[in-house]
Each structure stands twice: as C-alpha cells, then as structure tokens.
C-alpha cells in the first residue's frame, strides 16, 4: 500500500470515530426528550384492553347526548358504540385527547380524560347489545364491495378486516405475525352518513392520525364517491 | 397499482421498433407482468455497488413493512426481513399525474498498493480517476400505474451497465439494457509470442521456429513483459412483455453477447518429459471473440380451467476466430536415432464452431378435484452446427520418420493439408432433445397431500463422420500436427489397411454420438402433524439407457425424508432431510468403443501379439458405476428476542462407488453459523462463520510399458485387461486422496446515526486443498527415472489461498438533497498452488514454456473513494 493511500485509510477510520461520538452524543440529546412527540399513534402492537364497565357507565352521562343512552346514536352523523370494540374505542377516546384525532366536540370531551376512565367507558360501551340486524341488499354493489371488493380498481374485500358480517375481525389462525385485530372497529348497522364522513376524512387525510388510519388512507383511495355510497348503504342496512 | 379499466394502444416508442410490429397491439386489463424474468438481463451491479442500488436503500424506514404488523417480519422459517427504504414520493413533473425521483451518485476512486493483484480485479476494472457510482431516474404515474425507470453506473470502459426499464402494471412492461464485465484471468503472463489476441502467434526474432534452442527461448520468456489475459463481456438486450388479448400475454426478448480478449491455452508439439530436448510443451494464448445471440419468445394463457405456456429459445453462437496457428520454437528429433526428415515447427487448433440452438416448449396444466393439479410438459430441442472443417494438418514438406525401406513412416504434408483430405468439408453435426413431462398433485385435506411425476427425455447425437482420406486411402488424423510421428515412429495417427506398415495401427476413425434416453418416476407424500410438524417423503427411479457407453441401463433410486417443526427450542424452526440413494444397472462392458476405433474397419490386421486392452476391465467409470449415497442436513433458524436470528446449518453427503479401479468414495461436511441483529432502523449487525471440507478417492492402475514395471507395450499377454495380469499388474496399483478444506467468516455492521451513517465490514475466505497419493510399488509412476522416482513422495505440495477484505464508508448528509460518501477498502490475500511454483524464476524448462506466473503469493491492496450525491 502506497504511503498516500495509507494516509487516507487513516483519515477515513479517525474520521469515523468522530463522527461516531458527535452522532451519539446527537442521539442521546433525542432520547432525553428534546424531539417533538409522535404524530402517528402506532398501533401494531397494541393489546386488547379491558376496564370496569360498571364504572363506565357511571361516566357515560355526557356521552349519551350524542350516542344514545344505550349506545345507539340519536342523530345519523353519530357512530353507535354499542356492541363497538372496546379496545377499538378506548383507541379512539386516546386518539382524540392526544391530537391524532381531531373532532369539534369530541377532542374537548376527551381531554379530560384519564386513562382509567377511557378504559372504563370503552368497556361499557362494548357490553352494550348493537343496534339490531337491518336487512341488507346482499345482491347490491356495496355487499359485492364489501365482500370480495373490485381487483381491477385494487380495492380489498372490507371483511378481511371487519369481519364477513361487519361484526368485527374474525381471524383464522395462522403462525404468521398478527395484525392487531381488536382495534378494528365493527361496523354493522352504523349510519350511512358517518360511514360516508369517515371515509372520506381517511381519503382526503383529515383522519390519519394512527397507523391503521394509514391502512385506511389507502384503501379509502381507491373508493370513488359512488363506491363510497353503496357500500355505506349497504353498513347501514346491514 | 393495478391497471385502470379501458384499452389502450401500446406507446410504441416505448415498444421500441423492432418489438412495435410483433406487439402493436391493443392492452387490456387482466394478468401481472411485472414480476417475471422474461425480459432483460439478470442482476445489475459491479464491484462498488453489487446490489446496483445501495444507495437507494437508504435511510430504512422506521415504520417497517407494513401498517398491518407490528415491527420487523420473519419469514416463514424465522429470518428476518431487513427494513425496507423509505419510499421517495418523488415530485412532480408539471402539471399531471407523473411525479419523478433521481439520484446521482459520482465520484473519485483512488487505487492503492498492487492494483493489479489477481484475485482483487478478477471481475471489477478498479483503476483511479472518475467514476459514475449510480444514475437513477425514475417516473411514475401513480394513477395509471405507468412507469419508466433508468439506471446507470460505471466503473470503466470495461466495467459498466445501464438500463432502461418502462411499463405500465398489470398491463406491460419494457427494457432495454447495455453491460461491460470484465473477468481478468491472469494479471501476470509473459507470453514470447507476437499477435496475441489473433489467430497467429508468430515468434519474434531472433527466435526461430523449430529451430531455436531452450537457451533462446529461456531469454526470450524473461525478456517478454508483463501482460493481463482475460476478456470482456459485452452484453446488450431489448425484451418486452405485455397483454396481447384479454388473458393472453407474451414476450419477447433478444440479449447479445460479445466476449472479446484472451485466454490462456496450451500448445503440445508432444512429450518432453521422456526425451529430453526433444518435443515441445507450450502454454500459449488464444483469441476470444465470441457473439452469442439469445432469442426468447412465450405465450401464455391463465384461464379458468386451463393455465398454457409457449416458448421458444433460440441460441445463436458465432466464433469470429476459428482457428489458432502458432510456431513452436523447439526443434524435433525422431527416437529412431535417423536422419529427421520431418520440419514440424508449427501447431494448430481449431476453436469452437458457429452453432445454433432452438427449443420450443409447451406446459398445459389445470386444477382438479381435491385440490389436485395436473401438468403437463413437451419439448423439443435441435443444437446444430455445420461449420467448414479445417484441412487436419498445416504442415509442409514431409511429416514422419524415414528409417530405412521399406520401413518409411513419412508423409507427404500436401496430401494433408488440404480440406480434399476429409471425407466431407462441412461438420454437419446435430444433436436433437426430447422431453415429456407430467405431474400431478393432490392435496384432499389440509394434513396431508401426494403428487406423482412422470418424466421421459432423449438426447440424441445424430452427428456421424469418418476420418477418412480420399487423397490417400487412410484413416485417422495427423496426430499433434505431425509432431508426435516425427518423434516415434508409425505414431502418425493413422491407419492404411494397404501399407504394412499402418494395417495393425489402433487409431480413432469415427466420432462417438454419446447420447441417452432418460425415464424418471417420482412419487411423494407430505403430512402435517398438528400445527408445527410436517413430514414429506419421496421417492424417485430413475431409469436411464445410455448409448455407446460401458451399461446400456443404470437405475438410480432415491428415497427422501424430510421433517420441519417450527417452535422447539423455544420459538425455533427445525428442517431435517435425510435422502439415500442406490444405483445399479446391466453388465459392465469396459470396452463398448469398437467400432470407433480402425479395429472395425475392413483390412485391419490383428498385431502378432494381438490388441493392447483398450483398459482395465475392472475400471468403473464414476457416472455409470454402481454407488450408494446418503445425504443429510439440518437447518435451525432461531429467532433471538424480536430483533434478532441465529441460523445454523450442519449438512454432510456420503457416496461409496463398488469399483476397485476407479473413483472409491467421497465425503463433504460443512457447517454455518450466521447472527443477524436488527434492534433499530437504524442498525444492522451481522456476523457469519461457515466450514466446509471435502474428501476423494481414486484408485488406478499404470499399465505396464517397460520391463521395470511388467513388460514392454506391444509384447505378449497385453491383450490381458484384469487388473492383475500382465498389462495391469498389481504391482502398478495406485491411489489418489484428495482433501479441500474451505473456511470463511465475517461480521458487518451499519448504523445511521441521523446526519451520518457508518459502514463497517470484514470478510475472511481461506481454502486448503492437498493431493495425496500412495502406490504399491514405483511401477505405479509415469516417470521412473531416478530423479522422478526421488521426489515422489506421498503427495503434492498443500495449495492455499486466502484473503482478508475491510470495508470502511461513511456517508454524510449535507442536506436534504446533497451527501458525500467516503469509502475504503483494504485487502490482503495470500496464495500458493504448486502448479505455479518455480515460475518465480523462469517459466522456461527444456523444451516446455509456460506464459502464466499464477496469482500474486502476496498482496495487498486498497482502495479510496470519495463520491457525491445528489438527490434529483
């Protein structure tokens, strides 16, 4: 090896040393804080929680103006919580007070929130019996979305997540790694309206606040506005 | 994204002329064209970046594979994933749906130490000065799914590749590639010769051929300089694949290759180890200047019920330099002790011919019941070739020995030298295949499925020529261009069933068209035991009939075992195989050549003491010969904590061959060990050992060719082929083991720390390999002169070889658009092969010459490169 080469070998590794301690001392600063908090709530490992209903109900009062006393909404721009996923709501309920969520009503309501009374008040919810079965169109082209969704638009079949009966996900078991089922929402029998707000907030990027708002994002780009229609159709008579 | 609804034209400019009239065509939705490897080249890369994309990958994306999962995947068995890049939205190209992303990478290289050392440059053209490192420029259109992708990189004139790659998904796709890559076979060659590269190597003054002495050519070969043999492949393609009608797709490519340079290569004007000062053993060099041009074209269909695939493959090989003339320096003299009448001082190959490839193919297969498929194959293939021969000799004057009359062992070059002495002017050669192939599986219930296989396939030699020559009369070729007769006598390579003198002389007259017919059957079965075991056993025979070889039939019968649980070991995926495999086949005939040979032709006199054994009848050539064989492996794959696997592989292969002369047995045990840890985004760190050695044995005879070890060729009891009779004497026994060992290991780790990322590796390869004999007595030695006899020991010289690699990088990222990289790297090797040894000092002994000194014994060498990247 010629001296010059040897030389600048040399430089290379004492360069790299001292980069090395300047970037760890970068890295420390960041994990003492100084960062600004996540904006995407991460989801992936997310465990089904649980809380005291009996609790919950005691803390539901203010919710039952918009969402029923039994969990049903009053008014069609309103989710219904009865029968919802509790780990699904307690989610939201954070979402909400944490900023990845954003609501006119909702993230004043959710502020002041505490942990336990999240999970609380989504346990409740979740105890409550849903709104009764409708009478879907099974032949129409929100149950053929919703089913089997349309590979030649690249839209995935809904109940792979939410369940064949919008009852929510109904997993078979596999060794693989699992998605964090009990985060998904069940959507039989919420009104059309909601549905049709929702998915277009997911589209247009007003709700993206966690990652499996991220899964939503994309799916929701591949609805155009009648595919939107009927499948909310279909949700709210199903 | 998938492909919007609606018929479109094919962009024929994209389609790119040629391919434009076959593919003009109307594209529909419907099938994926994007993940075949039905166009194009292979892996783009080189020795600076030998993915082709490094530095795209970077920085990983901390939010992993996918939103569905949480943190790093595995695969099935336990592996993990690397993180993948973070995706480049890319910007916006006006006002439309195309959005762009790019990167340039360029820079400077700074060669250190013995730049030229072999194994360093083997296949990169390292050298200082500028350098491409990446071009990429990519477009998408993320609303029609249109895409066109270009890369490009280069290290040299000699070491570069780019690609253009255009489509649409789901619908077609385009490319279009160039690639240089060098392969240096020799850094080290000190060829005497003029005209290296061409088809005449002439020597140069004061060196005269046939006519120089060892002195001469001694200072000839010290004097010559240093020169590098090796070649460059130049490779250039145009393919395309798209939908042609609703569930139809096809494809078409057309890939040349031009291999141009050197290559080193022999040059036997016969022995020189019995006769001192006599024959002549040079190492010379050839021309390469091949073109190979390769056609593809499929059709295929996926249907409801039916799946259907076409092919054709077309290979079209052409040698621009057929032939290599080159003058020896060595006079010959003839071991009769007569006046040498004979001035053989030229030799000559002929090189590979032009020749043409086609194959068409059919596959049908459709689903049945019970989760059942069934396939089917056919083929047929035709490789032909019918290149002009050369005339068999370029001697002039006379050619033999002339002893006295009648015993006259010369011959008149003219009646040689022509191509009026073939028996026809054009090779005509044809091999044709054939192959059918079928299968079905069926899998009745999730825990347990079979499939069955049938397979039949012929090769078939169709080519027949027989050296005769209509100036003459004779059969055979002049062997070694006429040195060989005029060193021994009657060793013309001839035979003349109208002379005495040529009527009992064994020469090869009629080419082999070896061929066979092939019939495999396989049957098999896998079960699954609960959720974390499966086993899978098959069984293969197969049923083969070569022709013109020692067995008509050889059957080979294979049973295999194969065992997977996930979950022991606390979470480890565990896959055993065990195969055994037995083959036999019909008696052994050790001389099936007869009718190749002049023994078969009308007028062949047997000799008084009849025809020398053709060889030793208890000779089991080791593709025929009865074998045993057991195979066994076993793989763990261990997931260490989320972020980490250790993976360990032991696998062993055992073959014993029933033979007392020939190939005995031979082993191979090898073992790795590999840890892949990934705890951030940010940092991988990988560390691997792997062993691996390997063990033969030959067992053999020396026939005996002098009254030291039996008796002399040509006397009585010759005609005898058992091992132990008078022409393969016990006594002549040898043995061969050969013994390789190869190690390697190393460890790599990269972090980014945010503004910088870091690059460390390490890499150690090392091989060991010993050829050790023993024999019965010195009869067993080629060479029994007092010298010879010696320095046999019981083995040759160890070979070695080994080389340690460091690679050091640095990226730095000035800003969001603009990095430097800073990179090193250091290598050491270490080489020793005793087929080199000496060369050191001369490359001239006697009458042989050698022209390559070998691989550096040591070197080290580095490399520095600083390059700039820019993010379009």
Partial sequence: MTNRTSLLLMF?????????????????????????????????????????????????AVCAACHGAQGVAIAPNFPNLAGQSATYLYVQLKAFRDGQRSDPVMTGQAATLGDADMRDLASYYATLAPKPTGHADTASRGAQLYLAGDPAKGIPPCQGCHGPGGLGPQPHWSSAPQPPWATYPRLRGQSSLYVTKELGDFKNGARAGSSNAKVMQGVAATLGDEEVQTLSAYLDAL | MLAQKGNRTTPKALALGLLAGLFGMQCAMAGDTSGTMRVGDMQYGNGLDLRGWTPMLHPADPDGMSWLHPGMLRTPTGVLYPYPPRVDAGKPLGSGDWTYSGLLEFGYLHVGGERNAEYFRQYDDWKSGAVLGLFALDFHNHRTGQYVELRGSRLSGDDQFYRLLAGRYGSYRVEGFYRDMPHTVSTNAYPIWNGVGSTDLTLPAPLVAGASTPAQVAAASAAAPRRSIGLTRTRAGLGYEGVLYRDWIGSASITNEKRSGTRLWGGSMFFNFPFPDNGGVLETVRPIDFRTTDVNLSLRNVGKVWHFLATYNGSFFRNHKD?????????????????????????????????????????????????????????????????????????????????????????????????????????????????????????PTPAFGWHAGLRWYREDDKTRYLAYNPLTGQYGYISENGSQGSVVPGETGIFDPNNPLYRSYMVTVRNNPFGYTDTLFELGGDWQFGRKSSLGVTYTFDHNWPKYRERRRVDDQRIKFDWVSRGVFGGATVRLSWEYAKRDGDRYNYDPYVQFFSESLPGFVEPVNGIAAHTVADMRKYDLSDRTESKARAIITYPWGESATLSATFYGNRDQYDALIGRQNTRTTGATLQWDWQPTPATTVNAYLGAESSRLGIANVNDADGPDNGKALGTPGQTDPNLGGPLYPFANQWWELDRESNRNGGFSLSHDFGRVRADLRYDYNGSFGHVGYSYATIGALANRVPAAVAAAATGFPDNKYRTNTLDLGLNFAVNRSVGVRVFGRYQTGAFSDWHYAGFDNTLSYDHRLYTDKGGQLHYSVSLVGVMLNLKL
């Avoid at chain 1, 908090?37 to 609790?55: E, F, K, Y």
């Avoid at chain 2, 002790?337 to 000559?348: L, N, S, W, Y």
């Avoid at chain 2, 043409?356 to 049908?364: A, I, K, P, S, T």
């Fill in chain 1, 12 to 60: 290379l590794l004492g360069a790299g040393v001292a980069t090395g301690v300047t970037a760890q001392q970068r890295a420390a600063g960041t994990a003492a804080g100084t960062s600004p908090p996540a904006t995407v709530a991460d989801l992936r490992r997310m465990q089904p929680v649980s809380g005291d209903a009996q609790a919950g109900a005691g803390k539901a």
């Fill in chain 2, 323 to 443: 032939h290599l003339n080159f003058e020896s320096p060595f006079a010959l003299y003839n071991v009769a002790g007569t006046p040498q009448v004979a001035d053989i001082k030229d030799g000559q190959f002929s090189l590979e011919p032009d020749n043409d490839y086609h194959n068409v193919r059919l596959d049908l297969s459709r689903e049945l019941k019970w989760n059942g498929q069934f396939s089917v194959s056919g083929a047929w293939g035709t490789m032909r070739q019918n290149d002009a021969l050369l005339a068999p000799t370029t001697c002039t004057g006379v050619g033999g020995i002339f002893i006295a009359p009648p015993v006259d062992y010369t011959f008149q070059c003219a009646n040689w030298n022509t191509t009026d002495a073939l028996s026809r002017k054009n090779a005509n050669a044809r091999i044709d295949t054939g192959l059918i192939d079928a299968r079905v599986t069926f899998h």
